[in-house]
Nanobody, 119 residues
Framework: QVQLVESGGGLVKAGGSLRLSCAAS????????MAWFRQAPGKEREFVAG?????????YYDDSVKGRFTISRDNAKNTVYLQMSSLKAEDTAVYYC???????????WGQGTQVTVSS
């Protein structure tokens, strides 16, 4: 089992940038595929960005953030990042980190970090 702690959220003006971090516990971080999701008030949680597998290679993004957000991971630090640029008011949400065990498919979630973009 892995425990996840997100950080880096805050209040930023439209057009600004933030970098979110998700620190994972344990020594098996490299066996998890990582992804970021977000949930805006009154809406369902939605996918933002993720890795195809646990090696940190191919990434994929929701169309709404392509070209503005970048996901990366540092297995030596057990951390995954989400660099967010050109932020828009519609990016306002609680951002969650998810770890998916490879193989097995078990999912683990962090507690979330609030991102608020003022227009």
């Amino acid at each position: 089992q892995v425990q996840l702690v997100e950080s880096g959220g805050g209040l930023v003006k439209a057009g600004g940038s933030l970098r979110l971090s998700c620190a994972a516990s344990g020594r098996t971080f490299g066996t998890y595929s990582m992804a970021w999701f977000r949930q805006a008030p009154g809406k369902e949680r939605e996918f933002v960005a993720g890795f195809i597998n646990s090696s940190g290679g191919t990434t994929y993004y929701d169309d709404s953030v392509k070209g503005r957000f970048t996901i990366s991971r540092d297995n030596a630090k057990n951390t995954v990042y989400l660099q967010m640029s050109s932020l828009k008011a519609e990016d306002t949400a609680v951002y969650y980190c998810r770890a998916t065990r490879i193989p097995g498919g078990s999912n683990y979630w962090g507690q979330g970090t609030q991102v608020t973009v003022s227009s």
